[in-house]
């Protein structure tokens, strides 16, 4: 006997062996699969039967809560993919702005170093033939308008990604160098330090403006993920709803009313703990308009910046934002409930039920969004003077 046919001598038990395996293992998933459908039969015939003997409406206010939140979880799977939809076009705005960005970086850095090989960047007096500011302002003059030109298309896409997105923070302001004061104008025109100092801080804030598009798109897309992997669990929070009906049902049923009122608090009290109101989206007014008591209106710039800016119904500022903080995830545009609303329309939901959804997916939005800003690396420390070892 040869070597092969020895080898395949061995081998013939283990192949069998996995093969016996193998069969098992698909008899056993087959027996799975009866048992799920066996299983989804009985569920459905047990709720045709509760719906029969404990119709919706006629058994207290604890089932017709356990009804609501089975219909907000059903019109959550409808309207997350619309949010989802949301973010990624949100981030394709954030990344056409940051491709902008990071070409306006460029040009200014081609006149930086231009600046640096004139010697207008050190001290330029060892020089043969020293360089003018003047020579500068000539050959940076086009470059500073293609700079102009690509930080107007980053703001302009940022904008956008802000009206898909209202949790996109603000971007920061960049002011480049006034092309009527650079050196050789007439209107109070830089000197040579002044627009070496010029070139740098428009350099600076231009890396800063790339660097938070670069991160409001990776907030996107952490958001995204986030309603992703969210839309995968309200199968199993459907489950476990109507799983809290079918018990319900069996405590109106089986148990006297006290014990069945007793039980049924417990069920309530598994509900999850979510505000669900949400405000009324106010119809779009006319500018210099008046109200019944003939008060003014406020035109549309100045609700929003006092929304933004957290003010009260009567117009005081109550905290004022700074540039880098995050923004109020509390209050949130109604252009973004109305454009949720009308993405996706369900002919059988009501004000209230919509009213409830929206809320609950923007409460769950902003709290991711909330979390990804937050860096809780340092919220464990113990911020005292012993045991910082003073």
Same mark, same amino acid.
């Not at 491709?99 to 930086?112: E, T, Y």
């Given at each position: 006997?040869? $070597?092969?046919?020895?080898?395949?001598?061995?081998?013939?038990?283990?192949?069998? &062996?996995?093969?016996?395996?193998?069969?098992?293992?698909? @008899?056993?998933?087959?027996?799975?699969?009866?048992?799920?459908?066996?299983? &989804?039969?009985?569920?459905?015939?047990?709720?045709?039967?509760?719906?029969?003997?404990?119709?919706?409406?006629?058994?207290?206010?604890?089932?017709?809560?356990?009804?609501?939140?089975?219909? #907000?979880?059903?019109?959550?799977?409808?309207?997350?993919?619309?949010?989802?939809?949301?973010?990624?076009? /949100?981030?394709?705005?954030?990344?056409?702005?940051?491709?902008?960005?990071?070409?306006?970086?460029?040009?200014?850095? *081609? #006149?930086?170093?231009?600046?640096?090989?004139?010697?207008?960047?050190?001290?330029?007096?060892?020089?043969?033939?020293?360089? @003018?500011?003047?020579?500068?302002?000539?050959?940076?003059?086009?470059?500073?308008?293609?700079?102009? %030109?690509?930080?107007?298309?980053?703001?302009?896409?940022? !904008?956008?990604?802000?009206?898909?997105?209202?949790?996109?923070? &603000?971007?920061?302001?960049?002011?480049?160098?006034?092309?009527?004061?650079?050196?050789?104008?007439?209107? $109070?025109?830089?000197?040579? +330090? *002044?627009?070496?100092?010029?070139?740098?801080?428009?350099?600076?804030?231009?890396?800063?403006?790339?660097?938070? /598009?670069?991160?409001?798109?990776?907030?996107?897309?952490?958001?995204?993920?986030?309603?992703? !992997?969210?839309?995968?669990?309200?199968?199993?929070?459907?489950?476990?709803?109507?799983?809290?009906?079918?018990?319900?049902?069996?405590?109106?049923?089986?148990? *006297?009313?006290?014990?069945? @009122?007793?039980?049924?608090?417990?069920?309530?009290?598994?509900?999850?703990?979510? $505000? +669900?109101?949400?405000? /009324?989206?106010?119809?779009?007014?006319?500018?210099?308009?008046?109200?019944?008591?003939?008060?003014?209106?406020?035109?549309?710039?100045?609700?929003?910046?006092?929304?933004?800016?957290? !003010?009260?119904?009567?117009?005081?500022?109550?905290?004022?934002?700074?540039?880098?903080? %995050?923004?109020?995830?509390?209050?949130? !545009?109604?252009?973004?409930?109305?454009?949720?609303?009308?993405?996706?329309? #369900?002919?059988?939901?009501?004000?209230?039920?919509?009213?409830?959804?929206?809320?609950?997916?923007?409460?769950?939005?902003?709290?991711?969004?909330?979390?990804?800003?937050? +860096? @809780?690396?340092?919220?464990?420390?113990?911020?005292?003077?012993?045991?910082?070892?003073?």
């Amino acid at each position: 006997m040869t $070597n092969a046919q020895q080898r395949m001598s061995d081998l013939a038990p283990l192949l069998d &062996r996995a093969q016996a395996e193998q069969a098992g293992l698909e @008899q056993e998933l087959e027996s799975l699969a009866r048992q799920s459908v066996e299983i &989804r039969i009985m569920e459905e015939r047990l709720d045709d039967l509760g719906r029969r003997l404990c119709p919706r409406g006629c058994c207290g206010t604890e089932l017709d809560a356990l009804f609501f939140e089975v219909d #907000v979880l059903l019109l959550l799977t409808k309207l997350v993919p619309s949010e989802i939809m949301r973010e990624k076009r /949100a981030r394709e705005a954030l990344l056409s702005a940051e491709k902008s960005g990071r070409a306006c970086l460029k040009i200014m850095r *081609d #006149v930086l170093q231009m600046s640096i090989n004139l010697g207008m960047a050190n001290d330029n007096r060892d020089r043969l033939f020293p360089g @003018q500011p003047s020579t500068l302002t000539k050959r940076s003059m086009p470059l500073f308008l293609r700079a102009k %030109v690509c930080l107007g298309e980053f703001y302009t896409r940022v !904008s956008r990604a802000r009206m898909r997105q209202p949790l996109v923070l &603000r971007a920061p302001v960049m002011d480049l160098a006034d092309l009527t004061r650079l050196p050789g104008k007439k209107n $109070n025109p830089f000197t040579r +330090d *002044d627009m070496q100092k010029s070139i740098e801080t428009s350099y600076t804030q231009c890396q800063h403006v790339c660097n938070y /598009a670069q991160s409001e798109a990776r907030f996107c897309l952490m958001r995204e993920r986030a309603l992703k !992997s969210f839309l995968t669990e309200l199968d199993e929070s459907i489950r476990a709803a109507m799983w809290r009906i079918r018990k319900a049902r069996a405590y109106i049923l089986e148990l *006297d009313p006290s014990a069945a @009122q007793l039980a049924l608090a417990h069920l309530m009290d598994e509900l999850p703990k979510t $505000n +669900d109101s949400v405000k /009324a989206i106010a119809p779009p007014r006319t500018l210099d308009a008046e109200d019944d008591d003939g008060n003014e209106i406020k035109d549309a710039d100045d609700v929003d910046t006092a929304a933004e800016l957290g !003010s009260d119904s009567d117009g005081e500022v109550k905290s004022q934002v700074s540039k880098g903080s %995050v923004s109020d995830t509390r209050t949130m !545009s109604s252009v973004s409930l109305a454009s949720t609303m009308t993405a996706v329309s #369900v002919m059988s939901a009501t004000p209230e039920l919509y009213g409830a959804t929206i809320a609950r997916l923007h409460a769950k939005t902003t709290a991711t969004d909330h979390e990804l800003r937050t +860096d @809780q690396d340092d919220e464990d420390l113990p911020w005292h003077s012993l045991a910082l070892g003073f």
